[in-house]
């Protein structure tokens, strides 16, 4: 049974500092003051004829360091939160006071309930320090439950150690409005990346070994250790190596039974080294790792092969626990991911090499979201964290799915797509929508004054340094030449058939003069709202507006929902409709990447979708370009192939699958407060 409560407690944390003054009425008419104390420190607020959590903010400025923050306000128990969305206790398994797995199960609880709204965060193209847009989805969600009184589940990613102890730092939101407690989110959270990084690195390994026992052994020696006698004397296959024989057509089902020629075909996968994709994988920046050789040890004898590691959120397996639909639906895909070729050009699966189960296994808990909080004490659903730039960018399936069902009609689900619309949204709509099924109702595209200066030729913006005078100080003419890039957005996300609303984050520098600029020329492009937003400095209070503008949008909502491109056209014309919404004149290919299409076209994978690796700093290839930039030729380097996630991606430029470090990373800041346990300066 579902539990039926819609009450749960906050504990009030009140902060030493100065606090900014904020009147107690919330749009929805309550008085925050007219709480219920019930005796141990914690208060509940009457809302209509139920009670609802409040966590009143008390918001001090200038806002403090996020980790500061955080550190502020004592979580609820995630317990409290699970019972508030009508979770029973069957439903999801604890992860420690603040983390909970929630199961699939709930989904076949729920499967006769109407859905919410959905709803999709992405930005304009951003500086490297980003414009605030998980900032901005966890204001607004704050915004929406509790000040608007609104069923909310707020969906994101979860972050790579990468940019956390890189440039970027961690992505739990800023300000007032972020996801706690921010350390755990940030760190670890419930290992589903080290999970995916040690599947991805069996897989790896399993490449290796298998190259290296095919060189050392004849076909029947080869046969006979596969598939080994029992203690009867009796050969047997294992039930992974009938998906191999099916592929293979072999219909029988005895070892003994196979013809020399069946023998040969079954156990040697004759990979061709040169066509292996497969990758290793870990989760920090490591520039190092970019190319390596292995198989240097005495032990292997002479099979070096050259390779290299990826970022641990780059694997395929992080885009397959994204994309999958059900755990059935996730054993399919891991065994369907192709590392490379025979010499003869077969592709090669996870599940020829016998490892697609084994892989299942480590990632049969990484399958369940994790549940959390927000600072105001809304849920938030984490699960998957593929990068938007190198891989499609979204939180997973399952979780919108769940949370759409728990929040219920009139309720909303707030997911993000990662850096631009260009990237994210177009991700978003074109990947993630055809196989969950799911169609949005609003798109929200977050903007600041910072970054369309920036795009209408404002200084350099880097990282660590001092921002230039000219982001600091009024300038409208710098602001209204960057708003192309705002428009453009604007009208690609439109094309998809959904309502735009601009979500303005407000910056201390910003004037109004700058702000109304900015909110003209987004109605102009055509957005069905533009709101001024301040969530960063005083919570869901500062995204209230914000809220009432969605809240319209998906109520108008026209139900128009179409993708960009059909999946029966060929590769080249995806790629192309993709190039053409960035403004691109025309596409050029590589001799590899012309070759690797027809591979994959030969090979029957041509009826995928696209999923473009391209700066994010850009509509273009150069991250220099800023602005709306056209008629460019757009370049594609290379073209791999995701066949278990389910998508085709086109290298664009110079995109790399890792990260380096910079002069001064993150990890500069990051201690413990070894007399209270703390994290502290985590950003």
């Known amino acids: 049974m579902l539990a039926a409560s819609r009450i749960f407690s906050v504990k009030i944390v009140c902060q030493a500092s100065e606090a900014v003054h904020v009147d107690n009425k919330s749009p929805s008419g309550v008085n925050l003051a007219d709480t219920l104390n019930n005796g141990n420190g914690h208060r509940r607020v009457a809302m209509s004829s139920s009670f609802k959590t409040v966590r009143k903010l008390k918001v001090v400025s200038p806002v403090p360091a996020d980790i500061d923050v955080a550190n502020s306000v004592e979580p609820l ?67 929406l439950g509790a000040f608007l009184d609104k069923k909310v589940v707020t969906c994101l990613r979860q972050p790579s150690q990468g940019p956390t102890f890189g440039i970027k730092g961690g992505a739990a939101g800023g300000g007032y409005s972020q996801v706690i407690p921010m350390d755990e989110f940030n760190l670890h959270l419930t290992g589903d990346i080290h999970a995916i990084t040690a599947a991805n690195n069996l897989l790896a390994a399993a490449i290796d070994t298998r190259i290296f026992h095919e060189a ?23 039930d992974i190596m009938f998906r191999r024989l099916k592929k293979l057509c072999i219909s029988k089902t005895q070892p003994e039974d196979l013809t020399p020629e069946e023998v040969t075909k079954f156990a040697r996968l004759d990979i061709d080294p040169n066509s292996i994709t497969w990758r290793r994988v870990v989760d920090v920046n490591d520039r190092f790792l970019r190319k390596i050789t292995v198989g240097q040890g005495p032990d292997e004898k002479g099979m070096v092969r050259e390779t290299g590691f990826d970022i641990s959120v780059a694997s395929e397996i992080m885009a397959v626990l994204a994309l999958t639909t059900s755990l059935a639906d996730m054993r399919e895909r891991l065994g369907k991911m192709v590392i490379g070729n025979s010499k003869n050009g077969d592709p090669i699966t996870a599940d020829d090499l016998g490892i697609g189960g084994a892989l299942t296994v480590l990632m049969k808990d990484a399958i369940n979201p994790t549940l959390m909080q927000t600072l105001e004490g809304t849920p938030v659903l984490v699960h998957a964290g593929p990068f938007a730039n190198i891989a499609h960018g979204n939180s997973s399936i399952v979780a919108d799915k769940i949370a759409l069902k728990l929040v219920g009609p009139g309720g909303f689900v707030v997911t993000e797509a990662g850096f631009g619309s260009d990237i994210g949204t177009e991700k978003f709509m074109n990947i993630k929508c055809r196989y ?118 998906c109520e108008n909502a026209a139900n128009s929902f179409q993708f960009l491109y059909s999946l029966d ?7 192309e409709a993709i190039a ?41 290839h150069k991250a220099g370009e800023k602005g709306a930039p056209s008629g460019f030729i757009l370049p594609i380097r290379d073209v791999r192939a995701s066949i278990g996630a389910g998508f085709i991606y086109p290298l664009v430029g110079t995109m790399s699958t890792m990260p380096g470090l910079p002069t001064r990373p993150c990890f500069y800041d990051i201690d413990l407060d070894t007399s209270t346990g703390k994290v502290i300066g985590l950003s």
């Open 216 to 238: 050392t052994q004849s076909d029947k020696a080869l046969f006979n250790r596969l598939c080994p006698p029992n203690k009867e004397g009796k050969k047997k296959f294992s």
């Open 569 to 575: 056209i060929s590769i080249k014309e995806k790629i």
């Open 77 to 143: 128990h995630i317990a409290e939160i699970a019972k508030d969305l009508n979770l029973s206790p069957d439903h999801y398994d604890l992860y420690g006071k603040h983390k909970a797995k929630v199961l699939l199960s709930v989904l076949d609880d729920l499967q006769t309930l109407q859905d919410g709204y959905y709803v999709v965060v992405g930005g304009i193209t951003p500086t490297p320090l980003g414009e605030g847009k998980s900032t901005t989805t966890v204001g607004l969600c704050q915004a």
């Open 436 to 553: 969950s099924g799911l169609t949005p109702q609003c798109a929200i595209i977050v903007a600041t004054i910072r970054a369309l200066k920036m795009h209408g030729g404002g200084p350099e913006v880097v990282a660590g340094k001092p921002l230039d005078h000219a982001y600091l100080a009024e300038n409208i003419a710098l602001l209204e030449a960057g708003c192309v890039n705002l428009a453009r957005h604007i009208s690609n996300t439109k094309a998809y058939g959904v309502n735009v609303v601009v979500a303005i984050n407000k910056f201390s520098t910003d004037t109004e003069a700058e702000l109304n600029t900015v909110k003209n020329a987004a109605l102009a492009a055509g957005a069905y709202d533009a709101v001024i937003c301040t969530h960063h400095a005083h919570g869901g209070k500062g995204a209230v507006d914000l809220g009432i503008a969605v809240q319209r949008a």
């Open 580 to 620: 053409k919404s960035y403004g691109a004149s025309g596409v050029e290919y590589s001799e590899q990447a012309e070759k690797q299409i027809q591979m994959y076209t030969n090979q029957g994978f041509s009826n995928l979708p696209i999923c473009m690796a391209k700066t994010q700093y850009s509509f273009s």
